[in-house]
């Protein structure tokens, strides 16, 4: 039997950009399949401006984490 060892357990930054964006594609694909969004514009529009946000939300938590 292996016996356990202990380490200090190492914990991952969130990366918010790829979270967020991630969702934010989520999201768009479940509007574009039911169609609640039809005009291609708007659609661009909506993910340009939830990229920025994540873009924004993921620069002000690298500044706020100091690195």
């Known amino acids: 039997?292996?016996?356990?060892v202990?380490?200090?357990?190492?914990l991952h930054r969130t990366d918010w950009m790829a979270l967020l964006s991630g969702l934010l594609?989520?999201?768009?694909?479940?509007?574009?399949?039911?169609?609640?969004?039809r005009d291609p514009l708007?659609?661009?529009g909506v993910?340009?401006?939830g990229l920025?946000?994540?873009g924004l939300v993921a620069i002000v938590a690298?500044?706020?984490?100091?690195?």
């Open 6 to 10: 202990e380490r200090p357990r190492r």
């Open 25 to 37: 594609f989520v999201v768009l694909g479940i509007l574009v399949v039911t169609r609640a969004i």
């Open 52 to 54: 920025a946000f994540a």
């Open 62 to 67: 690298r500044v706020v984490r100091g690195k």
């Open 42 to 44: 708007v659609l661009v």
């Open 47 to 49: 993910m340009v401006l």
């Open 1 to 4: 039997m292996p016996r356990e």
